[in-house]
């Protein structure tokens, strides 16, 4: 099921929570969250929070592991 956006500027009580949880835990600005939650099959945090925790049990900082999201936001949380 891929998530739906609602551009936050048009209504911004009624974010996807994709959009939601990709400013709040990963820092992206509204507009990046929003190009990027199209790409993204998530309704709760359990599937990302999991990709987050395995990188920084390998050692990444948040910066990188951020950094890596946002150029590839689709391979991290993307479900198969």
Request: aromatic fraction near 12%.
């Amino acid at each position: 099921m891929n998530a739906r956006c609602v551009s936050s500027e048009a209504n911004p009580s009624q974010q996807s929570y994709p959009v939601s949880y990709l400013i709040d835990k990963c820092g992206f600005s509204p507009g990046s969250a929003l190009s990027a939650s199209k790409r993204l099959t998530f309704e709760s945090p359990d599937q990302p929070d999991a990709v987050i925790h395995m990188f920084k049990r390998y050692g990444f900082p948040d910066a990188d592991i951020f950094r890596l999201i946002k150029e590839t936001p689709t391979s991290p949380f993307v479900q198969s």
